[in-house]
């Protein structure tokens, strides 16, 4: 087969160019951290009262400063609601749904979470700054979707 030279600059500048786009993605993946999540873990959503840690929802002093919040969704609602947390501290939301896919977003925070029935989601943020933090759930859930929300307080 023959090529031009012209062709030849390009299929070199296209392959290049792919190789590169492919390295920076491993490099923020693996280096930075900075790929999806791939944490995997399930639970039966017809169970969820009667099973651990979700039977005792509510927040946790685990360490110097940091907390585990387990939490449920549920239509349309947070349990537990309006919480509040020293400034600086860190918290380990474990969070699971009892009926339909709800959203966690705390807002003035990267944390964005979708919560399924079945699954439980992790997720971890320090809150170095005080206020009231504003909890929506995003994802439509019916009727009383605009309605869920709470707060966590940061003092
Ligand atoms: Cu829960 Cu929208």
């Known amino acids: 087969m023959k090529m031009h030279l012209d062709e030849k600059i390009w299929l070199t500048l296209s392959f290049g160019m792919i190789m590169i786009f ?21 639970i039966d959503p017809q169970k969820v009262d009667e099973t651990a840690p979700f039977d005792e929802p509510g927040i946790k002093k685990i360490g110097e400063n ?17 919480i509040e947390i020293p400034k600086g501290a860190t918290v380990h939301f474990i969070m699971t749904s009892k009926d339909v896919v709800h959203g966690f977003e705390v ?28 909890v929506i759930c995003n994802e439509y859930c019916g009727a009383g979707h605009q309605m869920m929300s709470t707060t966590i307080t940061v003092n």
Not at 37 to 42: A, D, G, I, L, R
Not at 66 to 82: A, C, G, H, R, W
Not at 117 to 130: C, L, N
Request: proline share 6%.
């Open 22 to 42: 492919m390295l920076i993605t491993g490099y923020q993946t693996f280096a930075r951290e900075m790929g999806p999540p791939s944490h995997k873990e399930t």
């Open 66 to 82: 940091e907390y585990e919040v387990v939490m449920t969704l549920q239509l349309f609602s947070f349990t537990p609601q309006n």
């Open 107 to 134: 807002a003035g925070t990267n944390i964005n979470a979708m919560v399924m029935p079945g699954y439980v989601q992790r997720i971890s943020q320090t809150f170095d700054e005080a206020g009231e933090y504003l």
